[in-house]
């Protein structure tokens, strides 16, 4: 059964740095891409990175110079450094498997605000 842990969230100045965690079991975890998403108030959840098996990682644009994904296999955990955070990076952020093992389950996600 998969279980999800993110924390690292906070309250945050523009242009300032955060490094979110998630630690995730119930599955052979360096066996599975891991994804971070994102979801502000009033909209959708989008996809911000992702970190294959391999160590290639994606990043939507928008974020792309600002953020790095990385993983620490042995420790079940994916990390996200976030730098020069912009107000518009407001949101839960998430992370999950890839593909999603369970197509329903989200962790609690953690609470990233960025403002002055």
């Known amino acids: 059964q998969v279980h999800i842990v993110e924390s690292g969230g906070g309250l945050v100045q523009p242009g300032g740095s955060l490094r979110l965690s998630c630690a995730a079991y119930?599955?052979?975890?360096?066996?599975?891409?891991m994804k971070w998403y994102r979801q502000a108030p009033g909209k959708e959840r989008e996809l911000v990175s992702t970190?294959?098996?391999?160590?290639?990682?994606y990043y939507t644009d928008s974020v792309k110079g600002r953020f790095t994904i990385s993983r620490d296999n042995a420790k079940n955990t994916v990390y996200l450094q976030m730098n020069s955070l912009k107000p518009d990076d407001t949101a839960v952020y998430y992370c999950?498997?890839?593909?999603?093992?369970?197509?329903?389950?989200w962790g609690q996600g953690t609470q990233v605000t960025v403002s002055s």
């Open positions: 970190i294959t098996s391999f160590d290639t990682t």
């Open positions: 999950n498997t890839a593909p999603r093992i369970d197509p329903t389950y």
């Open positions: 119930g599955f052979t975890f360096s066996s599975y891409a």
